[in-house]
């Protein structure tokens, strides 16, 4: 009799603690919970369990319940925005890591009706709806490979744009037969530079001819593809220029449906469309003559400046090419020289109608050596490329603290189009471009605090939504990203690649 209080008294609070016990995931989110597992919005489905949320549980499932029912809808923003993610900052180098596996391809054989050009060796796609080979974004995401340890597959990748250059006589916009009538922004000799110093200098004498062929595509030797433009005092310079004048086969009622908006000729139109594609700037103001509509586009009547650099970059490598061949036989030391003063002849050219002193910035210029209006972060390329006079650095410092600085970064143009490659998106390429630009001219806390503030969004939007983005609103940091012709990309190659480079040179970014 004496042992039953002591008996009752463990029963009760046993029967209380099972009656209060909290509820799981599924029974505070319901239909929310079921749609996030189902639609595998995170790819472990022990993230959305796990996950905290940012406000009262019942007034999200409210806005869920109302906002669910727009067709717009977006349940990965809506997760993002209302979610903590359980990730810690070392899972995201481990989750690129990783990638590298999930975004290979290995060479496979034609298929007839295929629109898919064949490589001869493995490659690494960008993520989400790009499923073949890209040209600028490979040297983005070489960054990251080189980290990674990945020199077979840079040499792979290098190989690859060789072989295409042999094939075609230039690299296309991808490896896509759709894609044969333009390139992207030629960083086949910064690959070659990146395979260089892994190597040594025999990668340059190995890629020599494939270095010709790119310039000679570039600079209207093999092809009248129209890039090169003749100011009246004897300067050349290039442009992007599309070879065909008809709407792109990948967008193709986007073109039309524009088309039918512009009053500027159709071909024209076109044209000008394409070469915007080849620019890899799809879309922005930059390109448009009223510098809001895509419809006022006139992308070949623009000589844009970081595609100078690029092409100024070229010429220096070829330079160094034929000095690490010296073949007298050859006449290598000739060619040297030659490509040696093409290449400062260009610089010199840059500083000469890129450099605004209005604006304190580097800008594109139209086909009589004007200056444009529209302010981009494409004004940085002279930085990055070491075109750019040390006198002129604390001036660009300025205005891009001024302008361009934002949050998570630096925003890639001043407007909001609604264009993906407008205000307010930031962009891996051109966040590299400007970091490793000031730090070429020693201004390295600056660049340090555009590295962190990049990849702390980048490992925001992470432990959000479990992915790398193609781009980022550097602006509104509760929001990944927005803007353009197709839905935000998740992979993403080249911000995997400038995110592991910046991560060996900073380190993890602090919380």
Wanted: glycine share 6%; charged share 25%; net charge negative.
């Amino acid at each position: 009799m004496k042992t039953l209080p002591f008996i009752l008294l463990v029963v009760a609070p046993l029967t209380t603690t099972f009656a209060q016990q909290p509820q799981s995931p599924d029974e505070v989110y319901g239909q929310l919970f079921r749609d996030v597992q189902l639609k595998k919005v995170f790819p472990d489905e022990k993230t959305f369990v796990d996950c905290v949320p940012k406000r009262d549980a019942a007034e999200i499932m409210a806005d869920y319940s109302k906002l669910s029912k727009d067709a717009k809808f977006d349940l990965n923003a809506f997760v993002a925005n209302n979610f903590t993610a359980p990730a810690n900052v070392e899972d995201i180098v481990t989750h690129v890591r990783r990638l590298w596996c999930e975004l290979r391809r290995d060479p496979a054989p034609p298929v007839e009706g295929s629109s898919l050009l064949p490589l001869p060796n493995p490659y690494i796609v960008p993520g989400g709806r790009f499923r073949e080979v890209y040209y600028w974004d490979s040297y983005f995401t070489m960054l990251g490979l080189k980290e990674s340890g990945e020199v077979d597959l840079i040499e792979d990748i290098v190989k690859n744009f060789a072989s295409l250059i042999n094939r075609y006589g230039f690299i296309p916009n991808g490896n896509r037969t759709y894609y044969l009538s333009r390139s992207q922004p030629p960083y086949f000799s910064m690959m070659v530079e990146v395979l260089a110093g892994l190597k040594g200098d025999s990668i340059y004498v190995d890629n020599l001819s494939a270095l010709e062929k790119e310039y000679a595509y570039w600079t209207d030797q093999t092809a009248p593809t129209k890039h090169v433009v003749q100011l009246a005092n004897d300067t050349s310079f290039d442009r992007y220029y599309d070879q065909l004048d008809n709407p792109r086969q990948e967008s193709y009622s986007q073109d039309v449906a524009t088309s039918e908006t512009s009053k500027e000729d159709q071909k024209t139109l076109y044209r000008n469309i394409r070469s915007a594609a080849e620019s890899g700037w799809d879309f922005s103001s930059r390109w448009f003559a009223d510098g809001h509509l895509l419809g006022t586009i006139q992308t070949t009547n623009l000589i844009p400046v970081d595609l100078n650099c690029l092409l100024y970059h070229l010429e220096v490598v070829l330079g160094k090419a034929h000095r690490a061949r010296n073949d007298a036989d050859k006449n290598d030391t000739a060619q040297a020289s030659d490509f040696e003063a093409k290449a400062e002849k260009r610089k010199n050219a840059i500083n000469q109608y890129c450099w605004s002193p209005d604006q304190n910035w580097y800008v594109d210029v139209d086909l009589q050596g004007q200056p444009s209006k529209e302010i981009t972060l494409a004004g940085v390329a002279p930085l990055f490329f070491k075109v750019a006079p040390s006198d002129r650095v604390d001036a660009i410092v300025k205005t891009l603290k001024d302008k361009f600085v934002q949050p998570g970064g630096v925003v890639t143009t001043l407007k909001e189009t609604g264009q993906q490659w407008d205000s307010p998106n930031g962009w891996a390429p051109l966040q590299w471009l400007t970091i490793q630009g000031l730090r070429n001219y020693g201004q390295d806390d600056l660049a340090k605090d555009l590295a962190e503030r990049w990849m702390k969004l980048n490992v925001k939007v992470y432990k959000a939504t479990g992915k790398l983005m193609e781009k980022y609103d550097v602006m509104d940091l509760s929001k990944p990203s927005g803007g353009g012709e197709y839905p935000s990309q998740d992979g993403f190659g080249w911000t995997n690649g400038v995110f592991l480079e910046l991560v060996s040179l900073y380190g993890m970014p602090a919380d």
